[in-house]
Nanobody, 114 residues
């Protein structure tokens, strides 16, 4: 059974940093393109970042709103994808979820507030 389990969310002040983790089990992790999405209250779920599989060299892409502040990475030995988030702002407040294909984690809440 495929499982995605996120962790690392929390409350942080504006300008602060967090790193999210998503551990994936039950599948060949290294061969999957992995995504981070976020959904703020009352808004649609948006794609934040993608990292491609080992087949395609783990290329990364980002939403314009997070470029230069967020970094997606993966550790295939640990079946884990990360999202390093720097210079966080209140508008980054959302539930962050990792995903591949039609599989989703439960999400982790990130709140940016003073």
């Amino acid at each position: 059974q495929v499982q995605l389990v996120e962790s690392g969310g929390g409350l942080v002040q504006p300008g602060g940093s967090l790193i999210l983790s998503c551990v994936v089990s039950g599948t060949m992790f290294g061969f999957k393109d992995m995504n981070w999405y976020r959904q703020a209250p009352g808004k649609q779920r948006d794609l934040v970042a993608t990292i491609t599989s080992i087949y395609t060299g783990a290329r990364t892409t980002y939403a314009d709103s997070v470029k230069g502040r967020f970094t997606i990475s993966r550790d295939n030995a640990k079946n884990t994808v990360y999202l390093q988030m720097n210079s966080l702002q209140p508008e980054d407040t959302a539930v962050y979820s990792c995903n591949f294909r039609d599989k989703w984690g439960q999400g982790t809440q990130v709140t940016v507030s003073s």
